[in-house]
């Protein structure tokens, strides 16, 4: 009897890896493609009249949250590729819809409808018109617009200056973009007085430090005869870049060039962004991970990252034993930008062998 129970203990061990595998393969394949896009907040109205049609109404509501989502993820040129779209093909892209709210007053119907896109064939659908769509994050920047009137040799930073009043006005859902205005500081304005000839090239690291923000935007806004030039200063994750760009507006104190010059330059600021967060979706990077099975809260947490990681296209187990969990996965990039992707979830991985696996 001891012997046998001796012997019968490996075939235990190994029949609850098996059951242990099966039940995290099963927990697993739901998760198999990424997260939807989740749109909410699609208010539509239409007049209660004898025609009424309500599936019109959902169609419309369809479609809006399809273009706001574009706007959200595609750059303002690669929009203009997308114009409409035929119904059949928008719902093919619907994973579900919820009516948040629905109502009649004076004879009008209101809808709020919420709508959850499919990533994977929104990712399609814009690849075969050659748009590389962005992850949507948002993201808060310090921002300092200063106007310098290069005729008086004169700046303007906080109480004169109508883009730093007027900025946050009018504020647009599909922005990603946070804006964290400066606060009014003598001192401040004092060093950037100080700097005045050399203000293109003059970094404001000692007024931008002040702020609990590792990335800004100062734009210099100068003000001449001809025109407006701007010259943004992006710095993010420590790198900087310089756009220049040139506007034919001259007053300033004209409340509708103004408003159009702040939605000109939130748009270059925007696009930019998008930039950073591009998904060439056109790499198709192949790999093979295995994980441990000895922790299954590991395995657990690595399918949550990876669903959290938008550059994953998919991921499925392929196999399992009594040691290991394998996991095949589709990464629209880079080994290195995987791996750097990664390691900001604090995985460390071995590459040795065609299998990578976690150290």
């Given at each position: 009897?001891?012997?046998?129970?001796?012997?019968?203990?490996?075939?235990?061990?190994?029949?609850?890896?098996?059951?242990?595998?099966?039940?995290?393969?099963?927990?697993?394949?739901?998760?198999?493609?990424?997260?939807?896009?989740?749109?909410?907040?699609?208010?539509?109205?239409?007049?209660?009249?004898?025609?009424?049609?309500?599936?019109?109404?959902?169609?419309?509501?369809?479609?809006?949250?399809?273009?706001?989502?574009?706007?959200?993820?595609?750059?303002?040129?690669?929009?203009?590729?997308?114009?409409?779209?035929?119904?059949?093909?928008?719902?093919?892209?619907?994973?579900?819809?919820?009516?948040?709210?629905?109502?009649?007053?004076?004879?009008?119907?209101?809808?709020?409808l919420g709508v959850s896109f499919n990533k994977k064939k929104i990712y399609k659908y814009l690849e075969e018109r050659n748009i590389f769509p962005s992850i949507p994050n948002r993201k808060k920047f310090l921002f300092i617009p200063i106007i310098?009137?290069?005729?008086?040799?004169?700046?303007?930073?906080?109480?004169?200056?109508?883009?730093?009043?007027?900025?946050?006005?009018?504020?647009?859902?599909?922005?990603?973009?946070?804006?964290?205005?400066?606060?009014?500081?003598?001192?401040?304005?004092?060093?950037?007085?100080?700097?005045?000839?050399?203000?293109?090239?003059?970094?404001?690291?000692?007024?931008?430090?002040?702020?609990?923000?590792?990335?800004?935007?100062?734009?210099?806004?100068?003000?001449?005869?001809?025109?407006?030039?701007?010259?943004?200063?992006?710095?993010?994750?420590?790198?900087?870049?310089?756009?220049?760009?040139?506007?034919?507006?001259?007053?300033?104190?004209?409340?509708?060039?103004?408003?159009?010059?702040?939605?000109?330059?939130?748009?270059?600021?925007?696009?930019?962004?998008?930039?950073?967060?591009?998904?060439?979706?056109?790499?198709?990077?192949?790999?093979?991970?295995?994980?441990?099975?000895?922790?299954?809260?590991?395995?657990?947490?690595?399918?949550?990252?990876?669903?959290?990681?938008?550059?994953?296209?998919?991921?499925?187990?392929?196999?399992?034993?009594?040691?290991?969990?394998?996991?095949?996965?589709?990464?629209?990039?880079?080994?290195?930008?995987?791996?750097?992707?990664?390691?900001?979830?604090?995985?460390?991985?071995?590459?040795?062998?065609?299998?990578?696996?976690?150290?």
């Amino acid at each position: 009897m001891i012997f046998k129970i001796k012997k019968s203990i490996p075939k235990i061990l190994y029949i609850f890896f098996i059951l242990l595998s099966l039940n995290i393969f099963f927990f697993s394949t739901d998760k198999i493609f990424a997260k939807s896009f989740d749109i909410e907040n699609i208010d539509i109205s239409r007049p209660f009249e004898m025609n009424f049609d309500k599936n019109q109404v959902i169609n419309e509501g369809f479609e809006r949250a399809f273009f706001e989502l574009i706007s959200l993820i595609v750059s303002s040129n690669d929009r203009n590729k997308i114009n409409k779209i035929k119904l059949n093909e928008l719902k093919g892209m619907i994973e579900s819809f919820s009516i948040q709210e629905e109502k009649f007053i004076n004879e009008i119907y209101y809808v709020n409808l919420g709508v959850s896109f499919n990533k994977k064939k929104i990712y399609k659908y814009l690849e075969e018109r050659n748009i590389f769509p962005s992850i949507p994050n948002r993201k808060k920047f310090l921002f300092i617009p200063i106007i310098i009137d290069e005729n008086k040799k004169d700046l303007l930073i906080f109480d004169k200056n109508e883009i730093l009043k007027n900025w946050n006005i009018n504020l647009e859902k599909t922005h990603l973009i946070e804006y964290i205005l400066p606060t009014e500081d003598l001192e401040d304005l004092d060093q950037i007085k100080k700097n005045y000839e050399i203000i293109e090239q003059y970094d404001f690291k000692e007024v931008t430090s002040k702020y609990n923000l590792d990335d800004s935007i100062v734009s210099l806004i100068f003000r001449d005869n001809d025109g407006l030039r701007v010259l943004s200063r992006i710095t993010y994750n420590k790198n900087e870049i310089i756009k220049n760009k040139s506007f034919p507006f001259k007053n300033l104190d004209d409340k509708d060039q103004i408003n159009k010059l702040i939605k000109e330059l939130k748009l270059v600021y925007e696009d930019h962004w998008k930039k950073i967060n591009q998904i060439n979706t056109s790499i198709k990077l192949l790999l093979n991970i295995k994980i441990s099975n000895k922790n299954n809260k590991i395995l657990s947490d690595f399918e949550k990252d990876l669903n959290d990681l938008d550059l994953i296209n998919y991921f499925f187990i392929t196999k399992f034993d009594k040691d290991h969990t394998y996991y095949q996965l589709i990464f629209n990039g880079t080994p290195s930008t995987f791996l750097k992707k990664m390691e900001e979830k604090n995985y460390n991985f071995n590459t040795q062998n065609k299998t990578w696996s976690i150290r």
